[in-house]
């Protein structure tokens, strides 16, 4: 509603959703490239003068006059110039540290409540002016502007600004990762309308034409009626590489609700839980029926469930869900009171480095990725890990045998841990499919593999990032599984297609981590930008950007009723997030060093995370839940409330001297984390 | 301020443009001119900032916080740029510091290597395969006190406890063991970092749980008990169990309390076993021990230089315990001597002290002089080495001295074998190869000759000396059995992580331990209830569990030939200035005090005759070899 009534920025909004990957846009693309293939045959014909077959490939393909006109030079090149001349300026570069203190002057002079939003555009108007000073190659003025102002601005963006420094001539702007997300997109700052009209007038007052032009072309000002935020609440959701999300990037409808269970054959479950125990089912049988019918009631905020086409499930599957149901109603809880029980893998002997650990849902598998290419699965049950029987041997099989599943195995390859080798780089995540049946791993060689855990061998290797693939995950349903990687797409596979089916890209810096959604109908995607989308795996839009992590995001987490996502990384703070109104809700600080892992407990009322910091934290989401002020209008940010108060923390467990990597919950709510065991040599940076 | 500056030095750190000449050089082109030399410095530095940059995203994905060469390779293969070989290492890269000329440099060495050296080198272990091991991290909230965790109480924190009570009450309330009773609400988790605010200081009580008492009462036990293997698997507990914090105070006292008793009764073989405990403490890495020493000190003491420790002087090797007390004192001043508390200085003063005296024993004399020598050769240079000749005075009396005392004469050469011990590597330092022997004659009396021969059998065979002494001496090596006896036993550690179900307490050691853990229902019950009955609740459930000890063999094997066998001594002593240098203290009866003390039913002499339980376990101690030593001597005389 507001924002657009500002004249400037009105026009300049466009931008953000070019990041749509659509089949049908996919097609028109491809015409699109065809037509200028044509285009290019008919100019070379053009310039060496074949005028007869110019005409008839021109009548042929319908091609007017029009359409074929010389182009000055190659398109991207022109891209970049033309970007870049944005810059360009004839203004005194003398003049734009006073300019700087100017606008200083002024947010310093105004009243407190407008100064902290004020102060804001101090950071964006600092960089774009440092560029400006590059492009025109005052490199002298640019490095003594940036000594004089880069220590003023937030700490979070040091990191930012010493990448920055690196630049320091105009051939480096060229092709720097930085300047381009700077130049293509706008920082995004959100402002009270009150503080917007005190900006607006100095601006006209003081006609300094360099300033305006910054602010005008390279800053998107997101103005909101209400008060004006506090400092507290800017730095909640500040940190971005390019500021905050818009607002209006949240406002598309989520649904984020559990798709309905299928109806399971409830006898099958009677027959299975008589014999086991004679009391308590009888007891707990009345009262679960209800639960389920709950549950299958038609949630307002869950989508269709074949809005994506999940395949169907095989009995196997519905076994599955009758022991997963079984074993949720043994859950134990988890809260301030009941605190958990933590069972600790420490992964010994890792020389060659420990890149990822993942667990199975059932908590039956362990993976861990090794900086060496190699893949090791543990169980951490009784039941050994076995291959399947030759061909040979399975054809003998009876396969009407009850536990036909049971003979094909071969028990002479029973082992406690099977070794995968297939990578050509460290691994940085290998991933179980919920049924346990297929493993999806990726790495540094720009590869991600399918791998069978029947017969322990890879099926598929899909190539498509041709960089350093960070993450990986399996579908909640099987059959599709996300990849994000280095070269800032994340990409859908399908496990029969060697081709992704979405790709999904929007981030301007790697995307580190992915996570699905619980209803496999959208995936999150933390980058290094310091942003986390969440997009729309049906039509690939990106639906959700939250700003506030002050560093690369390194771990995601969806509550298990989906509507909240916890995120953290480089910069040690876990956030959580609503996904329902796209808000920052708590921030919870306690970790010294980068979180790896994050993970709800089956209830979701609490949050377990940890990392580098070898130790694992326990937060209280239910307190969160509670103190929420449910009045406050989302829309003003304002009257948002960050819940980051220290009495968030549950409880902290530090481990001697091993990273924890991996945190899980099992169906019991027994907490399991893991971590390589420090090397000799690891220990030292910790204690100096 | 400084800040500021490191920050300005990052953003300009640059590549020199002779930098850039000599690589030049170094591939084969020379005179470039210094325009082009310059603008490749800085192009070169704005590459290698962006390669670095990149580098950091393969190491947060490493998960690691240390930038490795592999991480660079990455980073250039990410860029499509050929990695850089060779510089695979897996420690980080040995960097060496040198600087000169005002100038710093940071250089890789590169060492030359003879490949015959490599090629011929035996091959290298193979190394121990990838693993996973389980523990519990905590239980219902609480954590464990295993190895495999952090100590309860971090040393710093013991250190706090000394300067604020307040401190004291916080850690023991982490640690507290939630008894099955206390209603949830009671755990204070939250609470750990406030302070009460109007500081008043607690009386803090030391409870012991439970299993602490339990535990304690094993370990006293089984430390001064007759079995060995239990012993050594006692003192092993002592050595390396984290969270004994708490219990240390009893243990200091049970120890000086101990040793008090002991020299009055002249009881040598639990003089050893206290001394072994005070050594196993003292190994102990996670204790604080700073806050005892006002108990350990004099006990050490005492075992060092009393006149007599044993009963029959003139048989009983009571020198092998001065010699370990003295090693032990050693340590102590060297790991806690400081410049408030001055132990180092007060303990040298008290045994120089005892060297002058002529009133002082023998075995005392002899103690002091063991103390001395191992506080290092600066000590003894200036305190033991003006004393040379006294001494030799002494000794010459005593050996040619028409009183013929057979404890005296042992004394006496036991003196000048442990002079020449801790004399001749000093003296070698210090007195050219030339001196003769009337120079040492001249300087250090009678005693003379004997250091000279020691001197030059020092010069001649350094590396053999410690066991050529060890033969001359005749005691156990002294060189050797500093390393502890304890260390070196390869016993598994039966300790046990109880748990309410039965599959879980197999032995750590094995990897996949409490794995079924997650799966079986016998632990959900102890995860879900929350309230088990029994006392071993989760949190405290540390038991060294022994080997069932056979039931009193009533063997009366002993060694050191013990006039009683009762089991319980009554002893009436002094309970005056017994915190003093025991040295000095008269022991005159003024306030009797009556102490009970448990004894043992004797000694069941050799480790592996110990019974069904007590197996052998490959473990021969010092002292054991030396009671052995005692008995064969006892036999000859």
């Known amino acids: 509603m507001a924002g657009n009534e500002v004249p400037f920025s009105d026009s300049l909004k466009t931008q953000g959703n070019m990041q749509q990957t659509l089949p049908l846009q996919n097609a028109t693309k491809a015409d699109v490239s065809d037509k200028q293939t044509l285009l290019a045959v008919l100019q070379f014909l053009k310039k060496n003068n074949l005028k007869g077959t110019e005409e008839l490939l021109k009548r042929e393909a319908s091609i007017k006059d029009d359409d074929v006109r010389p182009p000055t030079s190659s398109q991207s090149e022109t891209d970049v110039s033309h970007a870049l001349a944005a810059y360009k300026s004839a203004d005194d570069p003398s003049r734009f540290a006073d300019y700087y203190t100017n606008l200083k002057t002024f947010i310093e002079s105004c009243l407190d409540a407008h100064k902290v939003e004020l102060s804001v555009i101090l950071y964006p108007v600092f960089i774009h002016m440092y560029l400006e000073m590059v492009y025109n190659e005052h490199e002298s003025y640019a490095i003594s502007f940036f000594r004089r102002f880069s220590k003023e601005q937030e700490d979070f963006y040091q990191e930012d600004l010493q990448r920055l420094a690196t630049v320091t001539k105009k051939e480096h702007m060229k092709g720097n990762e930085l300047m381009e997300s700077f130049k293509a997109s706008k920082f995004v700052i959100k402002m009270s309308r009150d503080s917007y009209n005190h900006l607006k007038r100095y601006l006209q007052e003081n006609k300094m034409k360099p300033l305006l032009t910054i602010i005008q072309e390279h800053l998107f000002i997101d103005v909101f009626d209400g008060v004006p935020r506090t400092k507290q609440q800017i730095d909640a959701t500040s940190g971005g590489l390019m500021g905050e999300s818009e607002r209006d990037a949240n406002k598309v409808k989520v649904f984020y609700g559990l798709l309905k269970e299928p109806d399971i054959n409830m006898p099958l479950e009677e027959e299975d839980e008589a014999p086991e125990g004679d009391d308590k089912p009888k007891k707990k049988k009345p009262k679960k029926d209800p639960l389920m019918m709950k549950k299958s009631k038609n949630d307002p905020h869950a989508p269709a469930f074949n809005r994506i086409p999940l395949p169907e499930m095989k009995d196997q599957d519905k076994m599955e869900k009758i022991t997963a149901y079984r074993e949720a109603l043994k859950r134990v809880k988890v809260n301030r009171e009941n605190l958990p029980t933590i069972c600790f893998y420490t992964v010994l002997n890792s020389y060659q480095g420990v890149t990822s650990i993942d667990m199975a849902e059932d908590s039956s598998l362990l993976s861990v990725g090794f900086a060496d290419s190699t893949i090791r699965v543990f169980t951490t049950s009784s039941q050994k890990l076995r291959g399947m029987k030759t061909a040979g041997e399975l054809d003998s099989i009876d396969r009407d045998a009850d536990d036909v599943l049971e003979r094909m195995m071969d028990d002479r390859t029973a082992a406690d841990s099977k070794l995968l080798t297939g990578h050509s780089g460290p691994v940085y995540a290998a991933r179980f499919s919920r049924d346990r049946k297929y493993l999806v791993s990726c790495s540094e060689d720009g590869t991600v593999r399918l791998w069978s855990l029947l017969t322990w061998t890879n099926l598929v290797c899909y190539k498509g990032h041709n960089h350093p693939v960070w993450d990986v995950e399996f579908s909640p349903y099987g059959h599709y599984f996300v990849s994000v990687g280095h070269d800032r797409t994340a990409r859908l596979w399908a496990t029969d297609h060697h081709v992704p089916i979405r790709i999904f890209s929007g981030h301007l810096s790697d995307m580190d981590c992915v996570k699905f959604h619980p209803n496999s109908n959208y995936i999150a995607t933390g980058s290094n930008d310091r942003f986390i989308r969440l997009w729309d795996i049906l039509n690939g839009n990106c639906v959700r950007i939250f700003s506030g992590h002050k560093g690369s995001v390194q771990t995601l987490c969806f509550s298990p009723d989906g509507r909240f996502l916890a995120s953290s990384g480089v910069d040690s703070i876990v956030l959580l997030w609503d996904i329902s109104t796209g808000g920052l809700m708590a921030q919870m600080k306690g970790h010294t060093d980068t979180v790896y892992s994050l993970c709800f407990s089956r209830d979701g009322g609490v949050l377990a995370s940890g990392g580098l910091d070898n130790s694992v934290k326990l937060w209280d989401v239910v307190k969160v839940l509670q103190e929420v002020d449910t009045d406050a209008d989302t829309s003003i940010p304002s009257s948002v409330h960050v819940n980051d108060s220290a009495g968030l923390l549950i409880g902290s467990w530090a481990t001697k001297a091993t990273p924890v990597l991996c945190i899980h919950f099992t169906r019991k709510n027994l907490m399991i984390a893991s971590g390589p065991a420090a090397l000799q040599e690891d220990k030292s940076p910790h204690k100096t | 301020m400084a800040d500021k500056e490191h920050k300005e030095q990052k953003i300009g750190s640059q590549i020199s443009a002779e930098t850039i000449k000599v690589i030049a050089e170094s591939v084969g082109i020379g005179g470039i001119p210094d325009d082009a030399a310059g603008v490749l410095a800085e192009d070169s530095s704005y590459r290698l900032k962006q390669i670095v940059q990149e580098a950091v995203k393969f190491m947060h994905h490493g998960k690691r916080h240390r930038l490795s060469t592999t991480d660079i390779d990455n980073a250039l293969r990410a860029q499509n740029v050929e990695p850089l070989y060779g510089f695979q290492t897996g420690d980080g890269i040995p960097f060496r510091f040198a600087s000169g000329g005002g100038r710093e440099l940071h250089f890789v060495e590169e060492k030359e290597f003879d490949l015959q050296e490599i090629v011929n080198a035996t091959l290298p272990k193979i190394p121990i395969d990838i693993s996973l091991k389980a523990h519990w991290l905590c239980i219902d909230g609480v954590q464990p006190s295993i190895p495999e965790n952090p100590p309860p109480a971090s040393k710093d924190q013991q250190q706090k406890e000394i300067l604020d009570t307040t401190v004291k009450t916080t850690i023991e309330k982490q640690v507290k063991v939630i008894t099955p009773l206390a209603e949830p609400h009671k755990i204070k988790h939250k609470h750990k970092g406030i302070t009460d605010l109007a500081k008043v200081k607690d009386l803090s009580n030391h409870e012991l749980s439970v299993e602490q008492q339990l535990y304690y009462k094993e370990i006293t036990e089984a430390c001064v008990g007759p079995d060995e293997a239990r012993r050594s698997e006692a003192l092993q507990s002592l050595a390396s169990d984290p969270g004994l914090h708490q219990m240390l105070p009893r243990f200091s006292t049970f120890i000086s309390e101990g040793v008090k008793i002991n020299v009055v009764q002249n009881n040598l073989a639990l003089l050893i076993y206290l001394m072994r405990m005070v050594k196993s403490i003292m190994d102990n890495q996670t204790l604080y021990l700073e806050k005892y020493l006002h108990e350990f000190i004099p006990a050490v003491c005492t075992c060092i230089v009393s006149k007599q420790l044993c009963m029959r002087p003139e048989v009983d090797n009571h020198w092998a315990l001065r010699d370990f007390a003295a090693r032990l004192m050693g340590q102590m001043c060297k790991n806690f001597s400081t410049s408030t508390n001055n132990i180092q200085a007060r303990i040298t003063k008290t045994f120089t002290h005892a060297i002058q005296s002529d009133k ?119 060189s050797q059995d500093r390393t502890r006896p304890t260390v070196t036993i390869p016993t598994p550690r039966s300790q046990f992580v109880i748990q309410q179900s039965s599959s879980l307490g197999s032995l750590p050691g094995t990897p996949k331990q409490t794995q079924g853990a997650i799966r079986t229902p016998g632990t959900t019950t102890l995860i879900q209830g929350g309230q088990p009955k029994t006392p071993s609740t989760p949190g405290q459930q540390k038991f060294i569990v022994m080997t069932s000890r056979p039931s009193n ?69 010092v002292f054991t070899d030396q009671i052995n030593n005692i008995k064969k001597e006892s036999e000859n005389s």
């Not at chain 2, 103690?367 to 003006?386: D, H, Q, R, W, Y």
């Open chain 2, 360 to 478: 002082a024993a023998l075995a005392t004399q002899y103690g002091a002089i063991a103390g001395l020598g191992e506080m290092g050769s600066e000590v003894i240079k200036s305190f033991l080495l003006p004393h040379v000749k006294d001494i030799g005075e002494k000794v010459k009396t005593v050996l040619e001295g028409p009183i013929l005392n057979a404890a005296d004469k042992i004394a006496a050469e036991n003196i000048k074998k442990s002079l020449a011990k801790y004399l001749s590597p000093v003296l070698k330092a210090l007195r050219g190869p030339g001196a003769s022997v009337d120079d040492y004659t001249a300087e250090f009396g009678s005693l003379g000759p004997m250091l000279h021969t020691a001197v030059g059998r020092e010069r001649k065979s350094s590396g053999n000396q410690g066991s050529q002494l060890a033969k001359t001496t005749g005691l156990g090596t002294p």
């Open chain 2, 553 to 621: 063999n009533g063997q009366s094997d002993k060694p050191l030939s013990m006039s009683s066998g009762t089991p319980t001594v009554v002893k009436v002593m002094s309970g005056g200035s017994q915190g003093q240098i025991p040295s000095a203290v008269p022991r005159t009866p003024t306030t009797p005090k009556i102490v009970v003390m448990s004894m043992t039913q004797g000694n069941s002499g050799l480790p592996g005759q110990g019974g069904p339980g007590g197996q052998d376990l490959g473990m021969r101690s």
